[in-house]
């Protein structure tokens, strides 16, 4: 006779890259990441926090920096849109977040 018991389900949510972020956010968003949003809101793709670093590309707006230098500025673009979708997601602009969805595919 086994008594096995089921692992709990944790709710998630996964984003257009396939990452997965728990539903329940245990986190407010910091000043700098309220911030950038407002100004991604505002400058749309102009405003994106992209950088040359040497020969390598960032992304980096005040506090909030790429751990990866990339190879080229499309791969930094890339990893910032990825990071912006991320915050959307945890601010709670799941109405903006969707309408960004339909307009890339």
């Given at each position: 006779?086994?008594?096995?018991?089921?692992?709990?389900?944790?709710?998630?949510?996964?984003?257009?890259?396939?990452t997965?972020?728990?539903d329940?956010?245990?986190?407010?968003l910091?000043?700098?990441?309220?911030?950038?949003?407002?100004?991604?809101?505002?400058?749309?793709?102009?405003?994106?926090?992209?950088?040359?670093?040497?020969s390598?590309?960032?992304?980096?707006?005040?506090?909030?920096?790429?751990?990866?230098?990339?190879?080229?500025?499309?791969?930094?673009t890339?990893?910032f849109?990825?990071?912006?979708?991320?915050?959307?997601y945890?601010?709670?602009?799941?109405?903006?977040?969707?309408?960004?969805?339909?307009?890339?595919?």
């Open positions: 006779m086994s008594s096995a018991v089921a692992a709990p389900r944790i709710p998630y949510g996964r984003l257009a890259d396939g997965i972020i728990p329940d956010n245990p986190r407010e910091t000043l700098d990441e309220r911030d950038l949003l407002q100004h991604i809101m505002r400058w749309g793709s102009d405003g994106y926090p992209v950088q040359k670093l040497g390598r590309w960032i992304f980096s707006w005040r506090s909030i920096q790429t751990p990866t230098l990339y190879r080229t500025k499309r791969e930094a890339e990893a849109e990825r990071y912006h979708e991320v915050l959307l945890l601010s709670g602009q799941h109405a903006r977040l969707a309408a960004l969805r339909r307009s890339s595919s």
